[in-house]
Nanobody, 127 residues
Framework: QVQLAESGGGSVQAGGSLRLSCSASGHTFSSTCMGWFRQAPGKEREGVAAIYSTTGSTYYANFVKGRFTISQDNAKNTVYLQMNNLKPEDTAMYYC????????????????????WGQGTLVTVSS
């Protein structure tokens, strides 16, 4: 059974930075699409960033481009999300997600049949 362990959420002031980590275990997939989606109270889920394990290709939502960077350490089965210049509108629960196979962008992480997702880590940005 695939398990995802998230860490790195917290509270910061606008303009600050946080780094999220997500470590995957319990799978033998040869390729994965991993990343984060987020959900704020009263709002729908939205994809944030994703990375394809095989090529390192990355995908970002327009609202985080230039501020967030996703990276991976395949040896550790871990993905990182460096979040800079955070804004109050970034406040949300961030969920790590993993799906086997090809990454077709953020839509992969919003699929209804994901292989795994984490418990979520809260990011709060104050103005």
């Amino acid at each position: 059974q695939v398990q995802l362990a998230e860490s790195g959420g917290g509270s910061v002031q606008a303009g600050g930075s946080l780094r999220l980590s997500c470590s995957a275990s319990g799978h033998t997939f040869s390729s994965t699409c991993m990343g984060w989606f987020r959900q704020a109270p009263g709002k729908e889920r939205e994809g944030v960033a994703a990375i394809y394990s095989t090529t390192g290709s990355t995908y970002y939502a327009n609202f985080v481009k230039g501020r967030f960077t996703i990276s991976q350490d395949n040896a550790k089965n871990t993905v990182y999300l460096q979040m800079n210049n955070l804004k109050p509108e970034d406040t949300a629960m961030y969920y790590c997600a993993l799906d086997r196979g090809i990454c077709v962008g953020l839509a992969t992480l919003l699929s209804s049949d994901l292989d795994a997702w984490g418990q979520g880590t809260l990011v709060t940005v104050s103005s």
